[in-house]
């Protein structure tokens, strides 16, 4: 029903070869820990942008990433105190290195890749509504991230944290069979509210706001509940003239 990020980059899968420079003590490279080494990852990546460029983007950037150095220092026990101390530009070479190897795929290669994601994805694509087979909507939850908000938003370059089971809440029927999670873990919360239309549910930590997994526009659901909303757009419509 709803797909974890399994992407987990440095997390699991891998170590990042790209490295984060402390230019204080004379240019001598990090060795971060997994989760400090991806949230920097992120503002590597985005190093040539208005967003690394940007006070706010920065300043809260690095008050997230001070908060998982402290947790979980460099082998080499530097302090980390200031972003402008800090050259991310070998990690920033290093993806574009990847995105170069990417484009250099062959068509045969991307081919494979494709198939490979589409069966991942498979067992997430439909859920049984009423006897139905019915296409879910976006069923990928948002992968961990720096928040880039809009205009001026006072959160942006804020840490996005990584979802894991144990932040979802899933709802299906009481007879129907567990999901299993993509990833290790369990469900937050299994309910059974057959009143709503949401498949599963989430809050996401940067702005608190609820996301939802619902069955996509093109399912006969989806149809059912527009066509009702219509009907009753037109009988207010011919009420408020009548009147």
């Not at 984060?20 to 503002?43: D, K, M, N, R, S």
């Not at 105190?81 to 190897?101: G, L, S, V």
């Not at 999901?179 to 469900?187: A, D, L, Q, R």
């Amino acid at each position: 029903m709803v797909s974890c990020d399994r992407r987990m980059r440095s997390i699991i899968t891998r170590r990042l070869t790209g490295t984060v420079y402390h230019i204080a003590t004379t240019g001598v490279p990090l060795t971060l820990q997994p989760e400090p080494e991806e949230v920097a990852g992120f503002f590597a990546a985005l190093l040539e942008t208005e967003h690394a460029a940007d006070k706010t983007f920065r300043a809260n950037f690095f008050r997230d990433w001070l908060k998982l150095l402290d947790k979980q220092p460099p082998a080499e026990k530097i302090k980390v105190k200031d972003i402008e101390k800090c050259d991310f530009r070998p990690m920033f070479e290093y993806f574009e290195i990847q995105k170069e190897k990417k484009k250099q795929l062959t068509a045969a290669d991307k081919k494979q890749a494709k198939a490979e994601r589409e069966a991942i994805e498979k067992p997430y694509l439909f859920a049984t509504i009423d006897g139905r087979k019915e296409k879910i909507g976006n069923f990928r939850v948002e992968p961990p991230a720096l928040f880039r908000g809009r205009g001026e938003h006072p959160k942006k370059g804020t840490h996005k944290y990584r979802l894991r089971p144990e932040d979802i809440v899933i709802n299906i029927g009481k007879d129907a069979p567990l999901p299993i999670p993509n990833i290790p873990g369990t469900w937050k919360e299994v309910v059974h509210d057959n009143t709503v239309t949401w498949l599963a549910h989430w809050k996401e930590n940067v702005n608190g706001n609820s996301k939802y997994v619902f069955l996509s526009a093109g399912s006969t659901w989806k149809g059912q509940s527009d066509r009702q909303k219509f009907e009753k757009a037109k009988t207010l419509q011919v009420n408020t003239t009548r009147s």
